[in-house]
């Protein structure tokens, strides 16, 4: 099976516990304001086989130790689930920790969605969902979707006992009022499996790859949110009620 890879990192630090092999994938249908990565949008045909992409990340597997392992990004990952089945396979036979990074976008419950869906959870040990706004209408604003879905799979992790570490990416006039915060707490704190909440302060390093790209980057002129801000977000999200994994 043969996955669209755009990029890998060896030595990722905040990708998921420990140091991790992340390989970001290529491909994506969601149109975030503040993507740092447009350039992983466009959907390629597949050129990398799922055993030769395992054979490079365990080159470097001396570096994660007991608790670092493979990430899989993108783009959107969930858009090649065949190949993420067979690589997370293929690493699990190897006793390698598997961590998906998603904004859960695909998610569907149609039966033929969560059969692979499920397929896929069976040999992935965490999920990092990042939840781009609670609000469905700020969220299409955002990103051009709606998030209904993106929050039934957060649900759906839970009813499945699968460990998720939510994102949050905080931009200032888009994600920070205070009274989303507080509904996106509401949520969180209803799902028994979320194990940590990030505060991911917005930055401005990806806007080069719009105007690279021929696009008018939406952000333009607004700064990354002050310390005062991000203490703020961490506060109204309860980041600190989740320790699990506060030595990553």
Sequence with gaps: MKGSIHSIE?????????VRYVIFLQGCRMRCQFCHNAD?????EPDQEASEVLKKAL??????????????????????????????????EQGIHTTLDTSGQPFS??????????????????????????GPKKHKELTGWDNQNILEMAQ?????????WIRHVLVPYRTDEDKALKELDAFLSRLENVERVEVLPYHTLGAYKWKELGLDYPLEGIDPPSQDRIQNAN????????????NC
Excluded: C, N
Excluded at 10 to 18: E, I, K, L, M
Excluded at 74 to 90: A, V
Excluded at 235 to 246: A, F, G, I, K, V
């Design 10 to 18: 060896t030595f990722g630090s905040v990708d998921g516990p420990g």
């Design 59 to 92: 080159r470097y597997r001396s570096y994660w130790k007991d608790k670092g392992g493979i990430t899989v990004s993108g783009g959107e990952p969930l858009l090649q689930m065949d190949f993420l089945i067979e690589l997370f396979g293929l690493a699990k």
């Design 40 to 44: 992983t949008w466009k959907i390629k």
């Design 235 to 246: 506060s109204l999200l309860h980041t600190d009620r989740y320790q699990q994994y506060l």
């Design 109 to 134: 419950k149609d039966p033929s969605f969560l059969e692979k869906f499920d397929r896929l959870m069976e040999v992935t040990d965490l999920i990092l969902l990042d939840i781009k706004h609670i």
């Design 156 to 164: 759906y992790l839970d009813s499945i006992h699968k460990p998720v």
